[in-house]
């Protein structure tokens, strides 16, 4: 199997040169030369599977130069009911997406499927911590090392150091606006203790971490010196081990190939949702794909209009559902890709487009870049957005009427898939995070605190190793010098 890129100047590629990249040389995202395709008959043996198997045969279509007993041994090593512990009351761990049925009204059923029971307690953690257990074999192999180097506003940050921790041949430095994240999700970060973990508390907002990140990016001599890699969301490997939870979803909801699921996914930088368009490509009979939003609603727009407008940061909220809260959405090229029938002529204009004026409109009105809008129900796509208002109330609904505490985004999920459903297609909503982990928000809509599971109780109260700096690039850098002696 080998890799292109969207931009289409950069030369072919395997799965494990691109595991440890980001963008292509050309600036593009890469992408599989063509979707493997997946049979009826393997799909009616994947049924029998348990997800790590189901894990492996997914993975050994796009990473096929990996010897297949190492992806195998990855993939068992990785989904275990240890790693996925973090179950509720009914959940079975060695399940890893346990499924759930919300609610059955009329012969339409929401179904839920709870990707949050890793160690971070967010969906983030069902792909890092493949990935950390990747990095480990790929840098083993050739007795190499590797330093993450990321900004993070909360869930990623923490995924990635959950699943780097301990790793050999990997560390991570991970700068976080000081004081800015949730108590939670700082003693998440700040209480681990492993020595080749960095936290970076910098003075400033998110985009000054940001900043940060781009300007040692840019500085080619130093990345390849310190041999500084990233772990963001456009990450191939991150894509791929999504597509095994979608497969996951439709066996465990269905009992023939015949039958269709449709799937609402919380979205922010179309990472998640990007994974659910794979697996339709590669045959998976998925009806519908439903990109919920909060207020930040870039993509709601584009599905609604087909008007891609990226926003600036003066129009970017914050919001109580902050893991959705982008102007942008990273992946977004590929599905775009795909949508301009893989021309990467007219990808690169319209990407030139988002440069110079912002975003495209593929409407088909007159004055619009283009009309490929008329071809996005041959994807299934649709879409929808939830407000402040309508997760609080969706909170105490589902609460009341189900005795279930979902977070934030899962909340947003259920409002927009409640406007998407149809009698024999079982919806099922991605539950991406545990209410505990936006506990402000889950006081508010109900008068108490989230439940925490076994082993968070008093997370706030250990001891927490972490540094504050300047948002000084100078200064970080040579942090990085003298920690990776
Ligand atoms: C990251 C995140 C999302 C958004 O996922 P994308 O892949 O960026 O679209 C949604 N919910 C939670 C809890 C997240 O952490």
């Given at each position: 199997m080998q890799y292109v890129s969207t931009r289409g100047h950069a030369a072919a590629q395997t799965f494990s040169h691109i595991l440890l990249g980001g963008l292509a040389p050309d600036g593009g995202l890469y992408l599989p030369a063509e979707y493997p395709q997946v049979s009826d008959a393997e799909l009616t043996h994947w049924r029998t599977l348990s997800y790590a198997d189901l894990a492996f045969e997914v993975l050994k279509k796009f990473a096929t130069d990996i010897p297949e007993a190492d992806l195998k041994a990855l993939a068992h090593k990785t989904y275990t009911a240890d790693v996925y512990r973090n179950v509720r009351a009914g959940e079975n761990a060695a399940q890893i997406t346990p499924l759930r049925v919300l609610e059955e009204k009329n012969g339409k059923k929401i179904v839920l499927q709870a990707l949050s029971n890793g160690p971070t307690l967010a969906f983030k953690d069902m792909a890092m911590q493949l990935l950390g257990n990747l990095f480990e074999y790929t840098l083993a192999k050739d007795n190499a090392e590797l330093n993450i180097f990321g900004a993070t506003s909360g869930d990623t940050g923490s995924a990635a150091e959950y699943a780097m921790?301990?790793?050999?041949g990997v560390r991570v430095f991970m700068l976080s606006p000081y004081k800015k994240m949730s108590a939670f999700q700082t003693a998440q970060m700040f209480s681990l203790q492993d020595p080749n973990i960095f936290n970076i508390a910098v003075k400033g907002v998110f985009d000054d971490c940001q900043d940060m990140v781009k300007a040692v990016s840019n500085d080619h001599a130093f990345k390849a010196a310190k041999k500084i890699g990233t772990v963001n969301s456009i990450n191939w490997a991150r894509v791929v081990a999504q597509v095994v939870y979608y497969f996951r979803g439709y066996l465990s909801a269905t009992t023939s190939n015949d039958q269709k699921v449709s799937f609402t996914v919380p979205s922010g930088n179309f990472g998640n949702i990007c994974a659910g368009h794979i697996a339709r490509m590669m045959g998976?009979?998925?009806d519908k794909l439903v990109a919920a939003t909060n207020e930040n609603d870039v993509l709601d727009e584009f599905f609604r209009t087909g008007v891609y407008r990226v926003r600036p940061s003066s129009e970017t909220y914050h919001t109580?559902?902050?893991?959705?809260?982008?102007?942008?959405?990273?992946?977004?090229e590929r599905f775009i890709y795909d949508l301009t029938g893989r021309d990467s002529k007219r990808l690169s204009a319209l990407f030139h487009l988002v440069e110079t004026k912002g975003g495209f409109d593929l409407s088909g009105k007159p004055g619009s870049d283009g009309d490929e809008f008329h071809k996005i129900a041959e994807y299934g796509f649709c879409s929808g957005k939830s407000t402040h208002d309508d997760r609080l109330a969706t909170i105490r609904d589902v609460q009341k009427n189900y005795g279930i505490t979902v977070d934030t985004h899962t909340a947003d999920g259920i409002k927009v898939a409640r406007e998407y459903l149809t009698p024999d297609v079982t919806m099922i909503v991605l539950e991406?995070?545990?209410p505990a982990k936006f506990n402000e928000t889950i006081r508010e809509a109900l008068g108490r605190d989230a439940e925490r599971p076994a082993?968070?109780?008093?997370?706030?109260?250990l001891p927490q190793k972490f540094e504050v700096m300047d948002a000084d690039v100078a200064q970080v850098k040579a942090y990085i010098a003298a920690h990776t002696e």
């Open positions: 921790r301990g790793k050999k998976l009979p998925i109580s559902s902050p893991s959705m809260d982008i102007s942008k959405a990273s992946n977004f991406t995070a545990l082993g968070f109780e008093n997370i706030e109260a």
